[in-house]
Nanobody, 111 residues
């Protein structure tokens, strides 16, 4: 099982960004994918999850509204879309499934 994430991103405040997580080594639709983030000096925050089979989503309350989970079953890739970015959204964003983690994607929001 492997999760390969997209590279680091730098955005201005108010912009949007999409982070990808490409899965391999298992049947993509059979397991949900969790998204978590870790801001500098902070602990892990669970953002929510998506079930690729039916697109079902669950969001932590803090992340409802501006963030969107999607999954492309044709490419076995999950995405998290972040909009209206603020400096406080600067963090490493990681995907996880069944105990396997992506390496994380650094998103930096700065003017």
């Amino acid at each position: 099982v492997q999760l390969v994430q997209s590279g680091a991103e730098l955005r201005n405040p108010g912009a949007s960004v999409q982070v990808s997580c490409k899965a391999s080594g298992y049947t993509f639709i059979n397991y949900y994918i969790d998204w978590v983030r870790q801001a500098p000096g902070q602990g892990l925050e669970w953002m929510g999850r998506i079930e690729p089979e039916d697109g079902g989503r669950k969001y932590a309350q803090k992340f409802q509204g501006n963030d969107t989970f999607t999954a492309d079953t044709s490419t076995s890739t999950a995405y998290v879309g972040l909009s209206s970015l603020r400096a406080e959204d600067t963090a490493v964003y990681s995907c996880e499934t069944g105990g396997t983690w992506g390496k994380g994607t650094q998103v930096t929001v700065s003017s």
